[in-house]
């Protein structure tokens, strides 16, 4: 079946630590791939995107990710994590067949402690 | 730019009651999704509009979610009668429909709790 996993409910982490999520999917052709952040009581805000090209990719707020194609994997990486980081994660994937669907992670929440 | 604002913010009803949201995405974003995210999950599409045609609502519970978008712009999701189970937070999201897959931008929510 076609999915998005994010193995990690949640995560804690100390603030100057590094951080790494991870997101498996699960499709037949390669998808785009999205991580997405969310705020308490807030939308989700895009962090990065990777298409196609460079397989690490970077993004906002010193976050960046690497596509492996061989282990079907989108894992986001952080090397200093800071209070405010502190959010839930998704990660996302659009189907070059689907027009614009995406499909979502059932997301991790980062828990950073000082 | 402004960026996709929804309201309320917050609404409580009790079941069988009637209740409806309202989104207004990004000016030039043609593509306009609603998601519903229950507690712990992940956003899950309902529905998704391009310009003011339904392109999926494959995941939309039809016998009591209807949603439209009269102009293209604007849109409304209602649901009537709602259940326990619709306590979510139904989020709007809106995108250029190019063909490099351009991200969604996410409103920040109407949290639906029903009584």
């Known amino acids: 079946a076609q999915s998005v996993t994010q193995p990690d409910i949640h995560i804690t982490v100390s603030e100057g630590a590094s951080l790494e999520l991870r997101c498996n999917y699960s499709?037949?052709?390669?998808?785009?791939l999205f991580w997405y952040v969310q705020s308490p009581g807030q939308g989700l805000q895009l962090l990065l995107k990777?298409?196609?090209?460079?397989?690490l990719v970077q993004g906002i707020k010193g976050f960046e990710a690497e596509f492996k194609r061989s282990q079907s994997s989108f894992n986001l990486r952080k090397p200093s994590v800071h209070w405010s980081d502190a959010a839930e994660y998704f990660c996302?994937?659009?189907?070059?067949?689907?027009?614009?669907?995406?499909?979502f992670g059932s997301g991790t929440k980062l828990n950073v402690k000082p | 730019e402004a960026g996709v604002a929804q309201s309320p913010r917050y609404k409580i009803i009790e079941k069988r009651q009637s209740v409806a949201f309202w989104c207004n995405p990004i000016?030039?974003?043609?593509?306009l999704y609603w998601y519903q995210q229950i507690l712990g999950q992940g956003p899950k599409l309902l529905i998704q509009?391009?310009?003011?045609?339904?392109?999926?609502d494959s995941q939309l519970p039809k016998d009591r979610f209807s949603a439209e978008r009269l102009k293209g712009v604007d849109s409304t999701l209602k649901i009537q009668p709602a259940k326990l189970e619709d306590s979510a937070v139904y989020l709007c999201?809106?995108?250029?429909?190019?063909?490099?897959?351009?991200?969604?931008?996410f409103g920040n929510g109407t949290r639906l709790t029903v009584t």
């Open positions: 999201a809106s995108s250029l429909p190019d063909r490099v897959y351009s991200p969604l931008h």
């Open positions: 499709y037949g052709a390669t998808p785009y």
């Open positions: 990777y298409f196609s090209g460079d397989t």
């Open positions: 996302a994937v659009a189907l070059p067949d689907n027009f614009n669907k995406f499909y």
């Open positions: 000016s030039g974003h043609a593509t």
């Open positions: 509009f391009q310009n003011n045609g339904v392109v999926d």
